[in-house]
């Protein structure tokens, strides 16, 4: 017998602070210019919004000549709740 991913409906089964913890495993430190294809994994489900809530609470993002100054592709609600920002004038 093969074990199969956990899906987002079996992912609630969790308590919030179990999954909270889950996301700041793989989450924390992630931010290299890009959203983690994890997090658009779970675009339109429940537990998106937790995901990114996270996300934005543990890594520092950077703003630099290299991106633009800007967050890219990152949607305006998570940029609201960025809490660790760096800008990076060479």
Known sequence: MSASPLSVKGFYAFTPEVRDMIFRLVLSGTWNGKIPTFIEALRGS?????AVAVFTKTNTFKLHEGNKWSFVEMPQAAINTVTSL????L
């Open 46 to 50: 429940k537990i998106y919004l937790e």
């Open 86 to 89: 760096e800008i990076e004038i």
